[in-house]
């Protein structure tokens, strides 16, 4: 069974820094990973997706980067600002329309 | 990109009533649609998949009876909650795949029983 684990819970940085969240999973046979934001009662925006055979996406200030074989995927958040708090969360999926199994998420505050 | 819009946005009903919410993608055709239930600070929790045309397949624990979802046409599924009470008050969310984005979310539905 696919397990996907986001460590820490919870992130406090200083506005301008440049960070990276982790999202590692259990079973390598993946046919993607998306990485989402959500906000306080909103639904989720997607931020970047990584098809199995990609290595790393780039969008903006945001980096995400797979590597399959050892189930890990890190988002970079360059010069992090006050509108990137939220919760951040990796999903991983087996096949093209099959169910996401999720992260609990990485809820990042950025301090002005 | 592709787009699910998801109404309402929030709704307030009394108990025993019926609630239906409605997902659709706007720009690309959703043969299958996830609806997640999520609870204050929780974690999704899937609760059934539906695809177009056929019935829907629910997650262990979940009520079909009570939470009705329809999946007529390629651009709309639909959840209905029977018999509302007020332990069914929670964030509904709807999303679809898509082969180039990925999943895409609607916006999500409180409801409130009161």
């Known amino acids: 069974k696919q397990e996907v684990t986001q460590i820490p819970a919870a992130l406090s940085v200083p506005e301008g820094e440049n960070l990276v969240l982790n999202c590692s999973f259990t079973?390598?046979?993946?046919?993607?990973l998306q990485w989402f934001r959500q906000d306080p009662g909103k639904g989720l925006t997607s931020l970047l997706l990584?098809?199995?055979?990609?290595r790393e996406q780039t969008s903006g200030r945001l980096n995400a980067s797979l590597d399959k074989s050892s189930g890990r995927s890190t988002l970079y958040i360059a010069a992090s600002q006050p509108g990137d708090s939220a919760t951040y969360l990796c999903?991983?999926?087996?096949?093209?329309?099959?169910?996401?199994?999720f992260g609990k998420g990485i809820t990042l505050s950025v301090r002005p | 990109g592709a787009v699910v819009s998801q109404h309402p946005s929030r709704v307030i009903c009394k108990s025993g009533t019926s609630v239906k919410i409605e997902c659709r993608s706007l720009?690309?055709?959703?043969?299958?649609m996830f609806w997640y239930r999520q609870f204050p600070k929780q974690s999704l929790m899937l609760m059934a998949t539906?695809?177009?045309?056929?019935?829907?397949?629910?997650e262990q624990g979940v009520e079909k009876d009570k939470f009705l979802i329809n999946h007529a046409s390629l651009t709309l599924s639909t959840l209905t909650v029977t018999s509302a009470h007020p332990e069914d008050s929670s964030f509904y969310i709807c999303?679809?795949?898509?082969?180039?984005?990925?999943?895409?979310f609607g916006s999500g539905t409180r409801l409130t029983v009161v």
């Open positions: 079973d390598s046979a993946i046919y993607n």
């Open positions: 990584i098809q199995s055979s990609q």
């Open positions: 539906s695809n177009e045309g056929s019935k829907a397949t629910y």
């Open positions: 720009d690309f055709q959703a043969t299958t």
């Open positions: 999903a991983v999926g087996p096949g093209a329309n099959s169910k996401l199994t």
């Open positions: 999303s679809a795949p898509d082969r180039d984005h990925g999943y895409t």
